[in-house]
């Protein structure tokens, strides 16, 4: 039996696709098993991480387990999620984390996997450590200006990310959950290039068959565009401002291997995510 947390969620929820697509044993924990729709065969539970005996019962009979957390400070869901995990003798943990975690100027929203990988590592089970990079699907929050006609809104600036599409990390997890020799290794996953995005939005466009342009923000504009898109709290807006200029001034460049070594194929491109997902973004 594999656990497999957030599974509603951008990665898990491919994660459950592609395990119960190979015939695996899956378990989806979930705060609300009601509203939850997975594939068939798959079970779906309630957990929620501040709820210790919850936690227990999804971790019954689970040989491996999908390990995530959402944003903000600390390790708290971490923790509660490896002690369960502990406890009921789980094998193997593969931790979603991120890429640059290790590196003090990406700042403190991503510093809390730091922590986080800790825990996994000394958790006495087998571990893999994945850490992407810029999600492909981020670009989902450009939706509606694009719907518009109006410019997409551009936090980054002239700043490459090595852009990935969430289904190629859902596969290598896939894989680490599944298969021997993925023990002890930590995972830096890109897509197949360094783009800006107006990069992206000149794919996009490509793809949608219609002009599209990008703005740059000002900081007031990318604070409002991080309320707005993705819902970030007043609290933890200076902490996402610094990975944002993180990004901006270039130092999300990196490229790797590790997806193709790991699926033995190339990483999709953004242009293979934009058109799998156009329909997002409305018709010409």
């Given at each position: ?23 695996a ?43 995530l957390?959402p ?16 406890a009921?003798?789980?094998?193997r ?6 890429i ?9 929203t ?69 298969e ?50 993705y819902?970030?709290?007043e ?36 242009k ?13």
């Amino acid at each position: 039996m594999i656990l497999v947390t957030g599974a509603t969620g951008t990665t898990g929820s491919e994660v459950v696709r592609q395990l119960a697509a190979r015939g695996a044993k899956v378990r989806a924990l979930t705060r609300d098993p009601d509203r939850a729709r997975m594939p068939a065969g798959v079970e779906t539970v309630r957990g929620d991480y501040a709820d210790q005996d919850s936690l227990a019962a999804a971790m019954a009979g689970v040989t491996a387990a999908y390990v995530l957390c959402p944003p903000g400070p600390g390790a708290a869901h971490d923790r509660a999620m490896v002690a369960a995990a502990r406890a009921a003798g789980v094998r193997r943990l593969v931790k979603l984390s991120a890429i640059g975690i290790d590196d003090p100027d990406t700042g403190p929203t991503l510093a809390w996997h730091g922590e986080g990988e800790r825990l996994v590592r000394e958790s006495g089970a087998e571990w893999t450590v994945l850490r992407p990079s810029s999600f492909a699907s981020n670009t989902l929050a450009w939706a509606e200006a694009v719907r518009r006609g109006e410019p997409v809104p551009n936090m980054t600036a002239d700043g490459p990310s090595g852009v990935i599409d969430p289904r190629d990390i859902a596969e290598v997890a896939v894989r680490a959950l599944l298969e021997a020799g993925h023990a002890g290794r930590t995972y830096t996953l890109t897509g197949p290039a360094a783009i800006t995005v107006p990069d992206q939005v000149a794919v996009l466009a490509e793809v949608l068959g219609r002009p599209l342009t990008a703005r740059t923000l000002t900081l007031d504009e990318t604070r409002d565009f991080l309320r707005t898109a993705y819902g970030i709290a007043e609290s933890g807006l200076e902490g996402v401002l610094t990975g944002v200029a993180y990004l901006r001034d270039g130092h999300n460049a990196t490229v790797t291997e590790d997806v193709p070594e790991v699926l033995g194929r190339p990483a999709r491109t953004f242009k293979e995510w934009a058109e799998d997902h156009k329909e997002a973004f409305g018709t010409s």
